[in-house]
């Protein structure tokens, strides 16, 4: 079945640019949505945007102005780049196969393990 | 924006119990855009039932949803041990894509 792994630095400077990519295994990235989702130490979840396969994105407003999330369908992935980081975008990064209309459904049914980045100097 | 309202914040209950959980919306959400996913520490959220009331791939029957509108409950009929665990709800809100509700924590009484 289909497996998701996300890939990237666990550790990013305050105003670098926080970079994550997530692989797609066992299964294909087409016709699909893709998620980014992140999880403070000790919060909720917060879904950050996500991206068709065709290449079309829609992101969490109050983000915005800081992501962006594209996909490569040759290597079957996606990536999510956060910039301007801060203290405050520290947490688990989770990527999540998304069915966003699917028979007018909406839900995230396969998820990657998370991985965990931290934004210190 | 739709906010999502979980109730209450901490369940205690023991195995075999029955667990009720509540979702509420600030205003009126599609039965097709609310899903619920079960999270145990160190990991990923799962995803147990879709469409306010389908359960997911590999969800056993102890668990159900339930709910229109502004209310939507997920119940877990005998508690296993292995149920205990956060539980979140979550929302589409078209083009402001996804909100989550902060979490129920289900725990062992």
């Known amino acids: 079945q289909v497996q998701l792994q996300e890939s990237g630095p666990g550790l990013v400077k305050p105003s670098e640019t926080l970079s994550l990519t997530c692989t797609v295994s066992n299964g294909s990235i087409s016709s699909y949505y893709w998620s980014w989702i992140r999880q403070p130490p000790g919060k909720g979840l917060d879904w950050i945007g996500y991206?068709?396969?065709?290449?079309?994105?829609t992101y969490n407003p109050s983000l915005k102005s800081r992501v962006t999330i594209s996909v490569d369908t040759s290597k079957n992935q996606f990536s999510l780049k956060l910039s301007s980081v801060t203290a405050a975008d520290t947490a688990v990064y989770y990527c999540a196969r998304t069915r966003s209309g699917y028979r007018n459904l909406y839900y995230m049914d396969v998820w990657g393990k998370g991985t965990t980045v931290t934004v210190s100097s | 924006e739709i906010v999502l309202t979980q109730s209450p914040g901490t369940l205690s209950l023991s195995p075999g119990e029955r667990a009720i959980l509540s979702c509420r919306a600030s205003?009126?959400?599609?039965?097709?855009?609310l899903a619920w996913y079960q999270q145990k520490p160190g990991q990923a959220p799962r995803l147990l039932i879709y469409g306010a009331s389908s359960r997911a791939t590999g969800i056993p029957d102890r668990f159900s949803g339930s709910g229109s509108g502004t209310d939507f409950t997920l119940t877990i009929s005998r508690l296993e041990p292995e149920d205990f665990a956060v539980y979140y709800c979550?929302?589409?809100?078209?083009?402001?894509?996804?909100?989550f509700g902060l979490g129920t924590k289900l725990e062992i009484k």
């Open positions: 205003q009126s959400v599609s039965s097709n855009y």
């Open positions: 991206v068709y396969y065709s290449g079309s994105t």
């Open positions: 979550q929302q589409y809100a078209g083009s402001l894509g996804y909100t």
